[in-house]
């Protein structure tokens, strides 16, 4: 029967999924399931220091797509099958929409009382990062800085050099569409930006390292909308990059977390979850895997206490709400879709 079980498991795994098992460094037989986006190499820290508080769990961390997380979490609960202890991912809009669908529960976690009103939903989606969208660009093309504001930007795309700029491919990437969506909302001169972009040659890609290659090889002078978080630990390795947090208005976007109805140890879900929100964890997100922590409590130049400190107002980052399902719409999509692809495209 085991051997039956095994297999029906492998079949089950999507084809990408990396299976990376933990063991308890004191055995007791308990296991904890995470389904997770963040590559297992920079989650290793993350668990290693969890099973210091709790020696006796083997953490099972399966490295998964947003949209796999979402359909594994769906299809093992619907038949009634045990699922994962705990998602964390970083497509928001889908994470949402799991709770809002009924596939999570209320978590009680200690520091849940004192997280940002934002950054929580009805005690069970919570955000654990805080990731900037900056412009990124090449340093010896810029002595005298970059654009700084998407004004400025909108007057450099006017004279700048063919193909020298790059950006996300929205249909390609869940998190570029996110920006995009957002700047509609707080850039009234947004689609006249995405036009001059248009005439300028834009490059798309599918990943934020794509567009943080390219700048730091010289074939781009320019990227707009880059995930902070990546650019940020590369720009203090490499001499050419440079970054920039937008003066007019920064989006942030967030990596959220839940424990799913149907998890067959939810009580350490919980434990797990409530770890990545203690300070330890949030340290650890911002010092270790560079990813900038929700939490106020931890300080530092990229934190985003450090950057409300300086922004203010400006940061506007996406709050875990409901109002995230509108970016799911089909219809919606289909035609922010076609005014990206004509206005690349040249149309007025």
Known sequence: ?????????????????????????????????????????????????????????TVRYEDLLTGEIASRVMAETDAGEPTADLVFSSAMDVTVKLANDGYAREAEVAGAETWPDWAAWRSMVFALTFEPAVIVYHRPSFPEGPPDTRAALLDWLETAPKGQIGTYDIARSAVGYLFLM????????????????????VQTFPTSQDVIDGVNSGALKLG??????????????????????????????????????????????????????????????????????????????????????????KLRPVAVSPGLLAYLDRASRARVLAEWNAALEGGE
């Not at 492998?10 to 986006?37: D, M, Q, T, W």
């Not at 957002?182 to 040659?201: N, S």
């Not at 990546?230 to 839940?258: E, F, M, N």
């Open 224 to 313: 707009y909308n880059v995930l902070g978080s990546y650019a940020a630990d590369q720009a203090a390795r490499l001499p050419d990059i440079g970054l920039v947090l937008p003066r007019d208005y920064v989006v942030v976007v967030s990596r959220v977390a839940l424990v799913p109805r149907a998890a067959r140890a939810p009580e350490l879900g919980e434990a797990f979850l409530e770890f990545l929100m203690s300070r330890e964890g949030q340290t650890l997100l911002a010092e270790r895997l560079r990813l900038p922590a929700v939490s106020l409590e931890v300080r530092g130049k990229d934190s985003a206490a450090a950057m409300q400190e300086a922004l203010g107002a």
């Open 182 to 201: 957002r700047d509609q909302e707080h850039f009234a001169d947004l689609w006249p930006m995405i036009r001059a972009m248009g005439r300028a040659g």
């Open 1 to 57: 029967m085991w051997i039956l079980r095994a297999l029906l498991l492998c079949l089950a795994l999507p084809a990408g999924a990396e299976v990376v098992v933990f063991a308890a460094p004191e055995k007791s037989g308990r296991e904890l399931v995470i389904y997770s986006s963040l590559d297992s190499p920079l989650a290793r820290p993350l668990v290693e220091a969890f099973q210091r508080r709790v020696p006796d769990v």
